[in-house]
């Protein structure tokens, strides 16, 4: 991988205050020049350079590691398997479920998870409505609505478990169609290093009792 992509993720990394060592940086680097490889043979991302994907997917996953405490994951809609492959890497004590229905996408993230030894993923080709399991935290990346995550997700959800909503902008009615039994507890906004054109954002929800205390 270049040196301009090296020094980015180094800066960004540093800009959101992680701290790795040589093996994660490794496999974080490993992991873009896989995708860059594919990318071009299989389109999994709108995003061709590679320097753009340090940014736009691993840094852009990494914003959100703050936030992640696990001690099981389930990333919905997880695409090429972001943010779930970086937040693995960062953490390996966190035990990921990267979940998609596409076919090619889900290849790469099994390629990937061999190519890279992450013992703490596991890769599902299947949609989501079909998928039985439960985990303390559900994230998503632009998957859906809000009301559409959290519908599709609610079995999946351990009690007094976590929904994490990665959004761009948000409209109100968005917002309005969150179910009654669920608030959000914190919407944080997210700083990406090297991007700047494109409003970040973090929901933290939960589901709450009649009385509106978490549950």
């Given at each position: 991988?270049?040196?301009?992509?090296?020094?980015?993720?180094?800066?960004?990394l540093?800009?959101?205050?992680?701290?790795?060592?040589?093996?994660?940086?490794?496999r974080?680097?490993?992991?873009?020049?896989?995708l860059?490889k594919?990318?071009?043979?299989?389109n999994?991302?709108?995003?061709?350079?590679?320097?753009?994907?340090?940014?736009?997917?691993l840094?852009?996953?990494?914003?959100?590691?703050f936030?992640?405490s696990g001690?099981t994951?389930?990333?919905?809609?997880s695409?090429?398997?972001?943010?779930?492959l970086v937040l693995?890497i960062l953490?390996?004590?966190?035990?990921?479920?990267?979940?998609?229905s596409?076919g090619k996408?889900?290849?790469f993230?099994?390629?990937?998870?061999m190519?890279?030894?992450?013992?703490?993923?596991?890769?599902?080709?299947?949609?989501v409505?079909?998928?039985?399991?439960t985990?303390d935290q559900v994230?998503s990346?632009?998957?859906?609505?809000?009301?559409?995550?959290?519908?599709l997700?609610?079995?999946?959800l351990?009690?007094?478990?976590?929904?994490?909503a990665m959004?761009?902008?948000?409209?109100?009615r968005?917002?309005?169609?969150?179910?009654?039994?669920?608030?959000?507890?914190?919407r944080?906004?997210?700083?990406?290093?090297?991007?700047d054109?494109?409003?970040?954002?973090?929901?933290?929800l939960?589901?709450?009792?009649?009385?509106?205390?978490?549950?």
């Amino acid at each position: 991988m270049t040196p301009v992509c090296e020094r980015r993720l180094d800066e960004g990394l540093a800009a959101l205050n992680i701290e790795i060592d040589r093996r994660q940086r490794e496999r974080l680097l490993s992991l873009l020049a896989l995708l860059h490889k594919w990318n071009r043979a299989y389109n999994l991302t709108a995003v061709r350079s590679p320097e753009a994907m340090v940014s736009r997917h691993l840094l852009d996953s990494a914003s959100v590691a703050f936030a992640v405490s696990g001690p099981t994951l389930l990333d919905v809609g997880s695409g090429p398997g972001f943010p779930g492959l970086v937040l693995a890497i960062l953490d390996p004590g966190l035990q990921v479920t990267l979940l998609d229905s596409n076919g090619k996408k889900v290849r790469f993230q099994r390629q990937a998870v061999m190519e890279l030894g992450l013992d703490n993923v596991r890769c599902e080709q299947v949609r989501v409505e079909a998928f039985d399991a439960t985990f303390d935290q559900v994230i998503s990346r632009a998957f859906a609505s809000l009301g559409d995550f959290i519908g599709l997700t609610e079995p999946l959800l351990a009690e007094g478990g976590e929904w994490l909503a990665m959004k761009g902008g948000l409209e109100p009615r968005e917002l309005e169609s969150v179910p009654a039994h669920v608030a959000v507890h914190e919407r944080l906004a997210l700083s990406v290093p090297g991007v700047d054109d494109a409003e970040r954002q973090l929901l933290c929800l939960g589901r709450v009792d009649d009385a509106g205390h978490r549950r």
